[in-house]
């Protein structure tokens, strides 16, 4: 067996990605350069097709922190900036409803809380004292509707 088929299919982010980076590293170096180091560290466990989700879901916060908030660094992310995104990603157009799904919202807060809840646990120097996002901001998961036979 050779070690290309032992390894993980690399993550490789795409183009898109690389662009929008490098347009809020202009603004922000600091806050990018801890989300992408996070992404780095990513690759080492997770999927590329996760390392894609996790990526666009901090490029997301990172943007509208940048047009919303003078946040430069994560650790200056408050209660009242998550709350404020919160609200932000509520009124996103969704692909098939008016609004993003209850179920993507969920998913892309519990991947920023996730994000804080690591860089504490790593003790990365950018990381918060406390994590921003708490259990309660996530909405729950959608009741699924029984199937009733006929």
């Known amino acids: 067996m050779s070690i290309a088929e032992v390894l993980p299919e690399p993550w490789i ?7 929008e980076w490098a347009v809020l590293a202009a603004e922000v170096p600091q806050l990018v350069a801890t989300m992408r ?8 466990f997770l999927a ?6 996790a990526d666009s879901t901090l490029r997301q916060l990172a ?3 940048v047009a919303e908030t003078e946040v430069a660094v994560v650790s200056d992310i408050t209660r009242t900036h998550v709350e404020d995104y919160k609200v932000f990603l509520s009124a ?3 692909c098939t409803a008016p609004t993003l799904a ?4 969920r998913q892309r807060l519990r991947m920023i809380r996730i994000f ?3 860089l504490i646990e790593w003790d990365w120097p950018e990381a918060h004292h406390r994590n921003p996002i708490l259990h309660g901001d ?3 998961r959608p009741e699924t509707v029984a199937q009733v036979p006929v």
């Open 13 to 19: 982010p795409i183009d898109e990605s690389h662009r």
């Open 37 to 44: 180091r996070y992404l780095v560290q990513l690759t080492t």
């Open 48 to 53: 590329p097709r996760s390392v894609d989700v």
């Open 63 to 65: 943007r509208w922190l």
């Open 92 to 94: 996103q157009p969704g």
């Open 102 to 105: 209850k179920n993507t919202q």
């Open 116 to 118: 804080f809840e690591r």
């Open 138 to 140: 996530i909405p729950p």
